[in-house]
């Protein structure tokens, strides 16, 4: 069952000393005092920011115990009790509003739900065994993996770049599709209208069986294959050859028992791959193939981008799920905005969601689990999908 995560030890508050007013009343005195009538014009969402800032108008309320206290022992009380979501609410809703993290309010909003848009990161196939090269899995051997993610780096050494992408074929190639896959492939079969925005190249969705027409890989596949001259036009589709070319066998062993994977230790000499062992293009014969994935600087397919705008377009979105993403990629980031002007509730599924700096993007009546797609989302999409079987699929 899923839990809000209990409040960290620098949330706690001290006990009061005896000669003061005890700050644990402050939770009955803030629904006492603090009502709409006090504040007829206050902002729809009040952030603990907010409030560090409005200090003069906490202190009309309840001047009396906080003369006594510093603000931020105040604000780590009101936080530690909870009172932080119902500070964030519509001025127009009750002030119990539901906890971000209510699953049973999550299963209401599901089920009512018709239009569900998704947008998955690499997130999602972490528990498939997968970096996500972010934060401290951002480096393959001692490259930036978003330098070697560009077309700048594909023209000064194609071979290192093949033997970063051969690496992560054949890594996808092993790798399974998770619970988290397997859901949200179930959705998408009992909800028609479901579209989905996948920024992971993995074709794992595609190997959980989630529906190809509801399926939209922003980023591409890496096992498309396209000829790195703009100027031509060949590409191809679902290319699973391992190693892709024998230039690049170096890129699909694997690591010996209780060994590292020589390929990952950048202090390991590994040899260089030239140009000329590389496959060229069969269609112009002078570009050399590359992998089929958008590169950092390159744009996104305009006929996809079209269809999603189409589908943007038809009517309201009722729920976006993010799951897995930091959301800082775009236009891929823009899409939340999008859903939210749509009439979209927003459910962020994430291992930092419910984190401070996370808490503080979600909107007043949207949901943040704090835990691991693959872990959470059988969970959040029973109503729609039923019990998890032993199996692996999903049965009402």
């Not at 108008?57 to 979501?85: E, N």
Request: aromatic fraction near 8%; hydrophobic fraction near 40%; include cysteine.
């Amino acid at each position: 069952m899923l839990k809000a995560p209990a409040p960290r030890p620098q949330d706690s508050v001290a006990a009061p000393s005896s000669h003061h007013p005890p700050i644990l009343s402050l939770y009955d005195q803030f629904f006492s005092h603090f009502a709409p009538p006090l504040l007829p014009s206050r902002p729809r969402r009040l952030t603990l920011d907010h409030i560090c800032s409005q200090r003069q108008t906490l202190t009309l309320a309840f001047g009396h115990l906080l003369q006594h206290a510093l603000p931020t022992s105040v604000l780590c009380h009101l936080r530690t009790l909870g009172v932080r979501a119902r500070l964030m609410q519509n001025p127009n809703t009750s002030p119990m509003m539901t906890p971000h993290s209510d699953v049973a309010a999550f299963h209401r909003v599901l089920q009512s739900s018709r239009r569900v848009l998704i947008l998955c990161g690499a997130g999602l196939s972490v528990a498939s065994g997968l970096p996500t090269f972010r934060g401290a899995d951002g480096y393959w051997r001692h490259h930036d993996a978003t330098r070697l993610a560009t077309m700048q780096a594909f023209r000064t050494d194609p071979g290192l770049v093949w033997l970063f992408y051969g690496y992560r074929r054949h890594t996808c190639l092993k790798a399974q599709p998770n619970a988290g896959h397997r859901a949200l492939a179930a959705l998408a079969k009992a909800k028609p209208n479901v579209l989905c925005l996948s920024q992971n190249v993995d074709d794992l969705s595609q190997r959980a069986g989630f529906p190809p027409q509801n399926l939209h890989t922003l980023h591409g596949s890496l096992f498309n294959i396209k000829c790195s001259n703009e100027a031509c036009s060949w590409t191809q589709i679902g290319n699973y050859d391992d190693p892709f070319c024998e230039s690049l066998i170096e890129a699909s062993r694997d690591a010996p028992p209780g060994q590292k994977l020589p390929l990952l230790d950048p202090y390991h000499r590994i040899r260089h791959v030239p140009e000329e062992e590389l496959p060229k293009c069969p269609q112009c014969n002078t570009g050399l193939q590359r992998p089929g994935v958008v590169w950092f600087g390159e744009m996104l397919d305009p006929n996809m981008m079209a269809s999603i705008e189409s589908w943007l377009d038809e009517g309201k979105v009722d729920l976006m799920l993010v799951i897995g993403t930091s959301t800082q990629v775009y236009p891929a980031a823009g899409y939340i905005d999008e859903a939210r002007d749509r009439g979209a509730v927003v459910a962020v599924i994430n291992p930092d969601a419910e984190n401070d700096d996370q808490l503080e993007k979600i909107g007043p009546n949207d949901f943040a689990f704090g835990q691991d797609s693959a872990t959470c989302l059988p969970v959040l999409l029973e109503p729609i999908i039923g019990k998890a079987q032993a199996n692996g699929e999903f049965a009402r």
